[in-house]
């Protein structure tokens, strides 16, 4: 067998696979109607799919064509992924299935500092994380980390974060030792939006805007995030807004960040997304003058990033998901600084709040297990 008929069959593989992740269970006929595949080589392959493991036979299905088909389930918690979340207050622990599925996930408070006893504390809270979950360490398929700041190209250290106001870049070997499974880093921002990306009908090109405590985003082409030369596309929380305007936590004035951060919200209810919400539903005015105001430099940012890129503009981070109910009156300031005039929505929410950093570091592995079948 030649090299590309041997990745076609790989291919095909993932095909079925990936099938049978989204329906669960399904029977061979129907898999290879749906799929375009001659009948043969669905067997063949769900055939190793149940000898690996990763499928069963889930016994006849009832009444198909008259005949008892079998059934052939998927099996999502053969491996799982699991996804940390560093901010500056807190780490967000998630663990996926193979499905994507989200099992759990958790928020502790704790303040980052960059020293032994943290990283050590880090790693003691994760195992006893996975053992409140009953899993094994041999089940974990990889480890996705995700931090607020720009991770080095090599992936080997944390360049830059005002956040944690890095002095030098931070390495993450010695830092992150001893865990028995792959590690892979992202900056946070983009994992928010990974967690979207992997979800079934994801657009494969939009803007992510990330609305956490700090601002950021990413750029989607053909389903993929765009990195930039030096890995620090998407750094959109320090875009110029307001010449001259607020004072961004990097040191220079008018970014968006100190006009879009979801502190700007939640500080008012003590520090929770969710009261503010509700304090604005009940018409508290301090908060619906704070809003107003969070709105207006929001649809200015959206109006910029739609202009620059023609594409859909997904609202993330913990603020993201809160503006559903939201989005006419955004799509009614927009309407006022569009050119052109088409009726086209192109702003969505995303799905995920406050986990979906340390979900789509998850999802990232779990993504992997896929395409690395063969
Ligand atoms: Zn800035």
Known sequence: MGLNSIEVKRQNKILVYRYLLEKGKAVKPTIAGDLKLSLPTVRQITGELVEQGLAYEAGPQDSYGGRRAMEIAVVPDYRYAAGIDITKNHI???LVNLRGEILV?????????DSKAYWKELKQMHETFLKEQEIE???????????????????KSLEYSHIFQLKKPMDFAGRISGYPYEICFFNDAEAGCMAECYTHQAPDE????SLSNTVGGAIVHDGQISKGKNNRSGELGHICIVPE?????????????????????????????KDFFSGLKQGN??????FEEYLRALALMIYNLHISTDLPVVLGGYAGSYLNEYLPKIRALLKEKEIFDDEECYISTSRYNVEGAAVGSARYFSEQFILRLS
């Open 92 to 94: 967000d622990f998630a």
């Open 105 to 113: 996930n958790k928020r502790y408070k704790k303040g980052f500092e």
């Open 137 to 155: 360490s041999e089940r974990i398929y990889g480890l996705g980390i995700s931090l607020p700041g720009i991770i080095s190209k090599d992936q």
């Open 206 to 209: 939009f803007v992510f805007l």
């Open 245 to 273: 305007g607020r004072l961004c936590y990097c040191g220079k004035k008018g970014h968006y960040d100190p006009y879009g951060s979801a502190l700007l919200l939640s500080e008012l209810a003590g520090g929770s997304m």
């Open 285 to 290: 005015e301090q908060y619906q003058e704070r």
